[in-house]
């Protein structure tokens, strides 16, 4: 059973920091995909950023380029999102994703990750 539990969501003013974590358990996740989604109020959920386990590659939608990075630390089975230079336009709930089988831009769907944790708020005042 894939486990996936986030936290280091808060408040936080505009042109600040926070870094997300997303503690993942259950099996080897070598050739999965980590993602990170998120839904701000009234709006669907779109994707962020995601990972590789195995070889890191990264991707990034492009209104977080330049200011997140998404990393992995294989010996704790943790995924982060360093988030800087937030803008209340980022305030949303977080949410980390799995999937054993997206490739290439497949992994911006989120109807390729089966697995999801359950969500970390972000806040980001002005």
């Known amino acids: 059973q894939v486990q996936l539990v986030e936290s280091g969501g808060g408040l936080v003013q505009a042109g600040g920091s926070l870094r997300l974590s997303c503690a993942a358990s259950g099996r080897t996740f070598s050739g999965y995909t980590m993602g990170w989604f998120r839904q701000a109020p009234g709006k669907e959920r779109e994707f962020v950023a995601a990972i590789t386990w195995s070889s890191g590659g990264t991707g990034y939608t492009d209104s977080v380029k330049g200011r997140f990075t998404i990393s992995r630390d294989n010996a704790k089975n943790t995924v982060y999102l360093q988030m800087n230079t937030l803008k209340p336009e980022d305030t949303a709930v977080y949410y980390c994703?799995?999937?054993?089988?997206?490739?290439?831009?497949?992994?911006?769907?989120?109807?390729?990750?089966?697995?999801w944790g359950q969500g970390t708020q972000v806040t980001v005042s002005s």
């Open positions: 994703a799995s999937s054993p089988y997206c490739s290439g831009y497949g992994c911006y769907a989120e109807g390729n990750y089966p697995y």
